[in-house]
């Protein structure tokens, strides 16, 4: 689970997992927490400030279009709540747009010191639901903000439903990193936008073997969960070329 918000009024520490989602038969619904992390620490000040150390430091420490920053503002806003200058410090592992959940762990942490700063009192479904409004899925915010499996969906416009769910075992994971960024949107217009019944009811049955597999700690039923799952299948027959770098990780569960 990622480490709770610690703070005094005037300060706030966050640390918020990378996550896996979209698990083969399980797209756009479920996702897994990873043992490495965002964290970061803010205060109040008398100007917006971000420094920024670890991986794509770069990207991190920029201001413009920092999506944490302008996820913060832009909560408070919606609120009508005042917009508190803030020096942030990010200490970072998640790499960046490369589909490790970073951009829900972005706007998590914005969520999270908009909630904290502007004195929002919104539980966990609300927050996650913000997230899954902006990201356009639920997953990656769920498992980010929730830690270890998540099942997850929409329950209305403002709010996720989600069902937090413990693997039993050990689930070492390898993780294929892209040498190159790639946008959610962009990755997303090789599926088509339609599957047959046929199709549908294969997934279904292959997202009951994947939940299965996890709680029983039944790692032989993965085969099956993944090698005949029909969603999603690219409606693109041209490849997208991608250079990768493999990490040994661990689910977040699995870290602690």
Known sequence: MPSRPTS?????????????????????????????HLRLRAERAPDFFVTAEGRDAHICGRMENHLIVTTYCEVLE??????????????????IGKGCGSSAAARLAGIALA?????????????????????HHPDNASACWMGALTVARMANQVQAQ???????????????????????????????????????????QNSMLLLAAFTQDRPDLLSSAFSTSSTPKAASTDPIRLRLDVIPTRTAAAAQ
């Open 8 to 36: 005094l009024d005037r300060s706030l520490r966050l640390s918020l997992p990378a996550t896996s989602a979209n698990l083969g038969p399980a797209f756009d619904a479920a996702a897994l927490a990873l043992d490495f």
């Open 162 to 204: 989600v069902v937090e769910v413990k693997p039993k075992g050990k689930w070492p994971l390898l993780l294929a990193v892209p040498e190159s960024a790639m946008s959610t949107e962009q990755a997303r217009r090789v599926l088509p936008f339609q599957y047959s019944r046929a199709d549908a009811v294969t997934n279904i």
């Open 78 to 95: 919606s609120e009508n709540r005042k917009i508190a200058p803030l020096r942030i410090h990010i200490e970072n592992e998640i790499p």
């Open 115 to 135: 909630v904290h700063f502007g004195h929002l009192r919104w539980k966990n479904d609300r927050i996650v639901g913000e997230a899954s409004m902006r990201e």
